[in-house]
């Protein structure tokens, strides 16, 4: 017996249930399953509407997913490729911008926990944030933090 087939609008809301997409990103899913009558845009405008499809929730979602892990500039670019509006990336990029030195220290220390022995090691771990997408003033701030190993057991008076 075959599959009864799910309804675009039907679909999208399962897409949705399971994290906020963006409205480009539901198209592209959608589009695969669209017939001839289909109007997949005019589907996007009544979720948008009905506020199950909202770019705000996406992008917050986005960056709760992303910030324990990357920088600003991973995280603003992935949101430009996502095609959100100029004042939407502002917002977001106001926001995570004062924490950026911190999950710098946080994501450098989880990785390498001990400090770069040589110039070597060092670049290394320079080249691990920039790749993270880390702006070249948190890297260096990263790289200056004391890690376990410089307190050697000594307590702070």
Not at 14 to 29: F, G, N, V
Request: charged fraction near 30%.
């Amino acid at each position: 017996m075959p599959r009864p087939q799910i309804s675009l609008k039907a679909r999208a809301l399962r897409y949705l249930s399971m994290r906020e997409h963006s409205r480009i990103e539901l198209a592209r899913k959608l589009q695969r399953y669209a017939q001839d009558g289909d109007d997949v845009s005019a589907l996007l405008d009544v979720l948008e509407a009905a506020k199950y499809l909202s770019a705000e929730r996406f992008s917050d979602s986005l960056v709760n997913r992303r910030i324990t892990r990357f920088g600003n500039q991973r995280i603003l670019a992935e949101l430009q490729s996502h095609q959100m509006d100029s004042q939407e990336i502002s917002r977001i990029k106001a926001e995570i911008s004062l924490t950026e030195s911190g999950r710098a220290i946080e994501v450098l220390h989880r990785k390498f926990p001990c400090k770069a022995a040589d110039h070597i090691e060092r670049a290394k771990q320079a080249r691990f944030l920039q790749q993270r997408g880390f702006s070249q003033k948190a890297i260096q701030f990263a790289m200056r933090a004391p890690r376990e190993d410089d307190w050697d057991g000594e307590e702070l008076s």
